[in-house]
């Protein structure tokens, strides 16, 4: 397979991952949606359930790859037709009917567990966006109607959510698969504090560790008191903010995980290397080790540390020269060195410190020691740089850093020859939505396709917020048709998310450019490039995606 195609491989057998992921939680609920269909054929809200989601199973299981799976999924959605216009079974069709159906789950299940090769999503973890692996989501809440329209959204941003309406069903559903997060009402009928309790209750006996998060219809001082004490992670009151939820739970599962700083180790020893590598590594660091000292320039840029942990003595040139070498250059004048040395001479580890190292550890050295002073450095440091880099509203690369970015990704796909896509999006008539909703809830529309746009994407791709209401995205490694493709999918479901507003909920829409390497290799001309295809996009009648062409270009 060739590396242009690569890119989208992954991309597609990653959702195909998600979908994978969540195919026996929606043949549960479609079983469960029979079942009551079965205890009373003539009730139409049973009837309209289980025919929404076959309709839903129809119309997604052949985008991920099980184009039978979805065509008898419409089969069966067809054969209900008729009982909407007023026909009514007799026993024997209705139990024809839930005998082929339970038949197709069954055979659905043995299909999804034949493919394991293209879904192993460890494979991918890595590369992929925050989001895109799912999280799998408990909503418990006995109003039916919510946690479906909660459902709906949510799976918008790639979480796995299962729909749990009865509270008894609770601990037994955690006891066989735990989840990432429990959204859980406070009160149920049996009793205004039963949610809050079933969890306090859950926590002690199985003392299995997971997030919560209370909603409730209330804000009082005595349930949010409540909650807290149940161990609660977050607390919303409904009507529930989508956005805000999703950034909660963002924030909670983000707390619990480790943070993957890349630090760079240099040592001419490849054994101690290796040694440090494997502890930074499982504590969750992205580790670079560098045995050859006259590579540091280019690892630098390509690497882009957030430490670097040096060893003193080496046979090329010692650490302290290489410190030296390394704050010459004004973009590294804040990037932490840690000099890791048998050095116990107070007198060579000032020399160090005076080179611009900012610590100096003694070998041997506890792993645990290691991690955690490695990583209040690297957190620093990371806080300083956001400030510097990210924009303020929605946390993505600013103007400027987007621009460097975009300097330095060009650097090395000139370097290795590989593709490099740009898109440019904007929002459809996005003044409308400040003018009719108000700024806030404007923002709130560019929180929300920042957030989609992170969890769409893979951890490489580069996003950034280029002005008001106009974002970039740098595809490393990808052509433009594929960067089309990947976006493509993200448009669609942009469009599909439900804005909420004191006047009524709205959707919004984007238009983008896309320019590729192929078009020119000059950076200021890649942004005009990519400016003219938006434009089109735009002129095109919006919500749609342009490639720019090298035609477009030589006009
Ligand atoms: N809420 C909010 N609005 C912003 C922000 N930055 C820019 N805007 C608004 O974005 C709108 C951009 O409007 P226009 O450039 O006229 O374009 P448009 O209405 O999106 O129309 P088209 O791009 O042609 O589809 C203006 O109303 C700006 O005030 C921001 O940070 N927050």
């Known amino acids: 397979m060739s590396d242009k195609n690569d890119s989208l491989q992954e991309k597609l057998r990653a959702l195909e991952a998600v979908f994978l992921a969540k195919l026996p939680s929606r043949l549960q609920e479609m079983d469960d949606a029979l079942g009551l269909f079965l205890q009373e054929p003539e009730n139409k809200e049973h009837l309209a359930l289980l025919?929404?989601?076959?309709?839903?199973?129809?119309?997604?299981?052949?985008?991920?790859?099980?184009?039978?799976?979805?065509?008898?999924?419409?089969?069966?959605?067809?054969?209900?037709?008729?009982?909407?216009?007023?026909?009514?079974?007799?026993?024997?069709?209705?139990?024809?009917?839930?005998?082929?159906?339970?038949?197709?789950?069954?055979?659905?299940?043995?299909?999804?567990?034949?493919?394991?090769?293209?879904?192993?999503?460890d494979e991918y973890a890595d590369e992929l966006g925050e989001g895109t692996r799912p999280r799998l989501i408990y909503l418990v809440d006995d109003d039916q109607?919510?946690?479906?329209?909660?459902t709906l959204q949510l799976e918008h941003f790639a979480y796995e959510v299962v729909r749990i309406n009865a509270l008894k069903q609770l601990a037994v559903a955690i006891a066989s698969r735990?989840?990432?997060?429990?959204?859980?009402?406070?009160?149920f009928p049996e009793g205004k504090m039963a949610g809050?309790?079933?969890?306090?209750?859950?926590?002690?006996?199985?003392?299995?560790?997971?997030?919560?998060?209370?909603?409730?219809?209330t804000s009082s001082f005595e349930s949010r008191l409540l909650a807290v004490r149940a161990g609660g992670d977050g607390y919303f009151t409904k009507p529930i903010d989508i956005v805000a939820l999703t950034d909660r739970i963002d924030a909670v599962i983000g707390r619990e995980e480790p943070k993957g700083y890349r630090v760079l180790v240099i040592d001419d020893d490849a054994v101690t290397s290796e040694y440090y590598g494997t502890v930074l590594r499982s504590a969750g660091m992205s580790v670079k080790l560098l045995n050859d000292p006259s590579?540091?320039?280019?690892?630098?840029?390509?690497?882009?540390?957030?430490?670097?942990?040096?060893?003193?003595?080496?046979?090329?040139?010692?650490?302290?020269?290489?410190?030296?070498?390394?704050?010459?250059?004004?973009?590294?004048?804040?990037?932490p060195i840690v000099f890791l040395s048998s050095e116990r001479d107070l007198g060579k580890q000032l020399e160090a410190i005076q080179s611009g190292a900012d610590d100096f550890l003694t070998k041997p050295i506890e792993a645990d020691f290691l991690v955690s002073a490695l990583s209040s450095r690297a957190e620093r440091y990371?806080?300083?740089?956001?400030?510097?880099?990210?924009?303020?509203?929605?946390?993505?690369?600013?103007?400027?850093?987007?621009?460097?970015?975009?300097?330095?990704?060009?650097?090395?796909?000139?370097?290795?020859?590989?593709?490099?896509?740009?898109?440019?999006?904007d929002l459809d008539n996005f003044k409308n939505v400040n003018d009719t909703y108000g700024h806030p809830v404007g923002d709130q529309v560019l929180r929300t396709l920042s957030r989609l746009l992170r969890q769409r994407l893979r951890r490489s791709d580069i996003v950034g917020r280029y002005g008001g209401e106009e974002f970039i995205v740098i595809f490393p490694d990808t052509s433009a048709a594929v960067a089309r493709k990947v976006l493509d999918q993200i448009r669609i479901a942009f469009n599909k998310i439900q804005q909420h507003a004191d006047q009524g909920d709205f959707s919004v829409s984007f238009s983008a450019g896309i320019?590729?390497?192929?078009?020119?290799?000059?950076?200021?001309?890649?942004?005009?490039?990519?400016?003219?295809?938006?434009?089109?996009?735009?002129?095109g009648g919006r919500n749609r995606i342009e490639l720019a062409s090298v035609q477009t270009n030589r006009t």
């Open 51 to 121: 025919h929404r989601l076959l309709h839903t199973m129809a119309g997604s299981a052949g985008t991920f790859g099980f184009p039978e799976v979805g065509t008898q999924a419409r089969e069966f959605e067809g054969r209900l037709k008729p009982l909407f216009n007023g026909e009514t079974w007799a026993k024997t069709s209705l139990s024809q009917y839930a005998g082929d159906l339970r038949k197709y789950f069954a055979d659905t299940i043995k299909t999804a567990e034949n493919k394991p090769a293209s879904i192993d999503s």
């Open 145 to 150: 109607a919510l946690t479906e329209a909660i």
């Open 178 to 187: 735990k989840p990432d997060v429990v959204v859980i009402e406070l009160g």
């Open 196 to 217: 809050v309790e079933e969890i306090a209750r859950i926590k002690k006996m199985s003392r299995l560790k997971f997030l919560t998060i209370f909603v409730s219809n």
């Open 295 to 335: 590579q540091l320039l280019k690892v630098m840029t390509d690497f882009r540390p957030e430490l670097l942990l040096l060893d003193v003595y080496m046979p090329m040139c010692n650490g302290i020269e290489l410190a030296k070498i390394i704050r010459q250059d004004n973009s590294y004048l804040d990037v």
């Open 382 to 425: 990371r806080s300083l740089r956001s400030l510097i880099m990210r924009d303020g509203l929605t946390g993505l690369y600013n103007h400027t850093a987007i621009k460097e970015e975009l300097g330095a990704e060009m650097s090395i796909a000139s370097r290795n020859g590989g593709p490099m896509a740009l898109a440019m999006l």
């Open 515 to 539: 320019a590729d390497l192929e078009v020119t290799l000059d950076a200021d001309e890649l942004f005009d490039v990519a400016d003219e295809a938006l434009y089109r996009a735009k002129q």
